[in-house]
């Protein structure tokens, strides 16, 4: 049953241990059309996916993504190795530059040369686009009853590309691990850490305890 936003986002959580049991293909096909709708700058669309499913194209992720000595130690392997798909997120560069040298983005208050080069973004929008979709896809997993678990891009960015034969010209965002929960999840050590409440995180009008603006 479909489940609220707000109950999605209180409910998402990272899953590391999964069921092999398959996601069906429609769960999918609805899951991939909502994360193509996420935001993105200038409507520019350069962000795509890469969708492993099965132990056959997964396997494809984890031997690059991953070295021999990790998944003999990790704590963590045995249950995200059986998540039944792998989603590789990733961002096209080019895309944005080329979108920000037309003519409607070229010389507005925001043009600063970002149809140049990569150099002249103080936050390069192709990742911020392919963050959104990446959690629209984790809030999509929550709504849809399986279990999602993001996979940073740590060293392995060239092995993957390459794996997957992805173009030149785009970046390896991270990768999304989907299935059905099941079997033990490794508690994260990051939960032990102590969570600021709201009023450390979240100010209204000026920065608190800063003097106000006058």
């Known amino acids: 049953m479909p489940v609220e936003v707000h109950d999605a986002v209180r409910g998402r959580r990272m899953v590391r241990s999964f069921s092999r049991r398959p996601v069906p293909a429609a769960v999918l ?5 909502d ?17 492993l499913v099965g132990p056959d194209e997964t396997t494809h992720y984890w031997s690059a993504a991953t070295t021999e000595s990790w998944r003999a130690t990790s704590r963590r392997w045995a249950g995200l190795s059986r998540a039944p798909v792998i989603a590789v997120s990733l961002a096209s560069p080019r895309a944005y530059l080329a979108r920000y040298a037309e003519a409607d983005k070229v010389g507005g208050s925001s043009d600063v040369g970002l149809g140049r080069s990569e150099a002249a973004w103080p936050v390069p929008y ?29 060293r392995s960015e060239t092995a993957v590309l390459t794996a997957l034969g992805a173009p030149a010209e785009w970046r390896l965002f991270g990768a999304v691990a989907l299935g059905y ?22 100010h209204h009008g000026h920065w608190s305890g800063a003097p106000a603006p006058s």
Request: proline share 7%.
């Open 29 to 33: 096909d609805r899951l991939f059309k």
């Open 35 to 51: 994360a193509l709708r996420a935001p993105t700058a200038g409507n520019a669309c350069g962000t795509a996916w890469v969708v």
């Open 126 to 154: 192709w990742f911020g686009d392919a963050a959104f979709g990446v959690m629209t896809l984790l809030l999509g997993a929550t709504s849809a009853g399986l279990g999602a678990c993001f996979l940073g891009n740590f």
């Open 181 to 202: 929960p099941a079997g033990v999840d490794p508690r994260s050590r990051s939960l032990d850490r102590p969570r600021p409440d709201g009023g450390a995180r979240l």
